[in-house]
């Protein structure tokens, strides 16, 4: 790799992802940590919609995952349940950087998720359980007094509804792409060792890291 190519260096893509992140943090004026997320539905339709991405866990051997949380009971929950599967863009404006995931899907719903839960604003908790997410709602009213009602019913200290968690992204693949003059960008695909599909590349660990034309 030429010196230009220093901020795609490392053996381990999570960490990657956890520095570009870093610097997008200081630089990105809103949500530097939102995803597209896509998946698709029972007829195989795409979907996709803007999350916050709340963890990416890294692990020594090279692996590790990306996390988000939401109600399971809504669209990209179902769509979700029913494939095991996803796919998300993080997109930095500023830093002219996008990551580019594809991979397996899990649930996150022991103490991982509880913790988060209780990070959230208390209004944020109540509103989980007032929010039918994605199903049809017949005002803003009735929204307002169900979470008057969800407010009374669970108090100042709401556990966490069964039907609202984390998901747990596994790549498969992972692009990294950083914007070059004249649309001549940098792309360097990493693709999971059960998944590799391209002879040409480098290994990394359960990587192998191939430069992708632009």
């Known amino acids: 790799m030429s010196a230009s190519d220093d901020i795609f260096t490392g053996d381990n893509p999570f960490i990657i992802a956890r520095s570009w992140l870093a610097e997008a943090e200081a630089t990105e004026p809103n949500d530097p940590n939102a995803i597209a997320l896509a998946t698709v539905d029972a007829s195989g339709l795409p979907d996709a919609r803007m999350v916050l991405l709340k963890e990416i866990e890294a692990h020594d051997d090279g692996g590790g995952a990306f996390v988000f949380y939401t109600n399971y009971e ?67 009213a009735a929204l307002m007094a169900e979470v008057a009602r969800q407010g009374a019913k669970h108090g100042t200290n709401p556990a966490r509804p069964s039907f609202w968690g984390g998901y747990r992204i596994a790549p498969v693949q992972m692009e990294f792409w950083a914007d070059g003059a004249f649309r001549l960008h940098n792309r360097f695909l990493w693709t999971k060792a059960e998944a590799r599909a391209v002879a040409e590349g480098e290994i990394r660990g359960p990587w192998r890291v191939t430069r992708l034309s632009p």
């Open 74 to 140: 809504s669209a990209k929950g179902t769509q979700i349940e029913a494939t095991g599967k996803a796919a998300f863009v993080m997109h930095w404006k500023s830093l002219r950087r996008q990551i580019r995931v594809r991979g397996t899907v899990t649930r996150e719903e022991g103490p991982q998720a509880d913790d988060y839960y209780a990070s959230r604003a208390l209004q944020s908790r109540i509103g989980a359980w007032a929010s039918a997410q994605s199903r049809p709602l017949s005002s803003r």
